[in-house]
């Protein structure tokens, strides 16, 4: 069976259904309704002060919940699959958010005008805050110091689920979005301190040669 499309609002059900069957799955839904009733998983923790923490809580706690349910349930693996389907949760919400990203669009813009694409769509992203060092035709540079992910998977006592909210981005750039490549040599997920960003546009005839392929992302591999 080939790979859901991972721009498909159907993925993570098909990839849920295929791993787990439908009925587990249809019990693994009910699990995390159940605990989401139940105030799972931020209850104890005070009232989001911000609209961006509030919107991050609201990211995060569907995937605390299904990795609860899934071990609750003592589905085989939980952590690989809770991982394989944030990575694909992650790179439509990226393609939604984003959009198109070409090199030719951007040289033709000024720099204010470049800046401001860049924070619109910054913006979007409620658990970060950017650090931009270089936003020019030809790559964009910045670092994040904090994540809310990090923050909230530990404070929900899941610290393991941190690493996976970043395998979107990996996926996303060079893949789905063929003609960008993310450099990220470490993660304050995995430890480091802090997440520097590069995004640098491929080489014309590799992204073009991707971007033939793209409709056939190979399937996620688990952590």
């Given at each position: 069976m080939s790979a859901p499309d991972p721009r498909s609002p159907l993925a993570i059900p098909a990839l849920l259904i295929t791993r787990l069957g439908p009925l587990t799955t249809l019990r693994v839904v009910a699990e995390v309704l159940r605990r989401q009733l139940r105030g799972e998983p931020f209850s104890h923790l005070p009232p989001a002060a911000t609209p961006r923490e509030r919107q991050s809580r609201a990211q995060a706690a569907p995937v605390i919940l299904l990795y609860r349910a899934l071990r609750a349930l003592s589905a085989p693996a939980p952590l690989a699959l809770v991982g394989d389907a944030l990575e694909l949760g992650a790179v439509a919400f990226l393609h939604k958010s984003l959009g198109p990203i070409r090199q030719a669009a951007l040289a033709a813009m000024s720099e204010p005008e470049r800046e401001?694409?860049?924070?619109?769509?910054?913006?979007?992203?409620?658990?970060?805050?950017?650090?931009?060092?270089?936003?020019?035709?030809?790559?964009?540079?910045?670092?994040?110091?904090?994540?809310?992910?990090?923050?909230?998977?530990?404070?929900?006592?899941?610290?393991?689920?941190?690493?996976?909210?970043?395998?979107?981005?990996?996926?996303?750039?060079?893949?789905?979005?063929?003609?960008?490549?993310?450099?990220?040599?470490?993660?304050?997920?995995?430890?480091?301190?802090?997440?520097?960003?590069?995004?640098?546009?491929?080489?014309?005839?590799?992204?073009?040669?991707?971007?033939?392929?793209?409709?056939?992302?190979?399937?996620?591999?688990?952590?």
């Open positions: 401001r694409w860049v924070a619109e769509r910054a913006a979007r992203f409620p658990n970060a805050e950017p650090v931009f060092h270089a936003v020019t035709a030809s790559e964009v540079r910045f670092t994040v110091h904090a994540c809310r992910f990090v923050a909230l998977t530990h404070a929900a006592h899941h610290p393991e689920l941190a690493p996976l909210f970043c395998r979107g981005d990996a996926r996303y750039f060079g893949s789905v979005e063929p003609g960008v490549v993310l450099d990220r040599p470490h993660t304050l997920a995995s430890g480091g301190p802090d997440c520097p960003f590069t995004l640098r546009f491929a080489d014309p005839h590799n992204a073009l040669a991707n971007e033939k392929t793209s409709q056939h992302v190979e399937p996620a591999k688990s952590p």
